[in-house]
């Protein structure tokens, strides 16, 4: 009896622990400059990252300004630039505008635009 309640635990336990949506950025965060930002972003880059509800959401940024958006209900593409410390899309489907990004030492931070939900990006 035991096992099962554990067991149990350890599948509705995750999806109870939604995280709390974050709107600012870490404490020290910083904004990178231009140069910083293309070395970062650059085409063939992947990143994913984790929103508060749960979804992994996959961003490509491809050459020619190309970029695709990946989450589990839809998918989007367009174009992507830097703007000063900021990454910017013109997508289809979802919002289009510019995600400002910030850096805790190597760690970026993004802010969404569609919620402005702050998210850790990870290197893919």
């Not at 020290?28 to 880059?45: D, I, N, Q, V």
């Not at 569609?114 to 850790?120: G, M, R």
Request: aromatic residues 8%.
């Amino acid at each position: 009896m035991k096992m099962v309640v554990l067991a149990m635990a350890m599948v509705v336990l995750p999806a109870l622990a939604q995280t709390k949506l974050v709107k600012q950025f870490p404490a020290g965060a910083t904004a990178l400059g231009p140069e910083a930002m293309k070395a970062r972003f650059t085409p063939g880059t992947e990143f994913t990252f984790r929103s508060a509800e749960g979804y992994v959401v996959r961003l490509n940024f491809q050459e020619g300004g190309h970029a695709t958006v990946i989450a589990p209900i839809a998918s989007d593409a367009g174009q992507w630039r830097i703007d000063g410390s900021s990454v910017c899309f013109e997508l289809r489907r979802f919002a289009s505008g510019c995600n400002e990004v910030k850096a805790v030492g190597d760690v970026l931070y993004w802010k969404r635009i569609s919620n402005d939900e702050v998210v850790k990006l990870e290197q893919n």
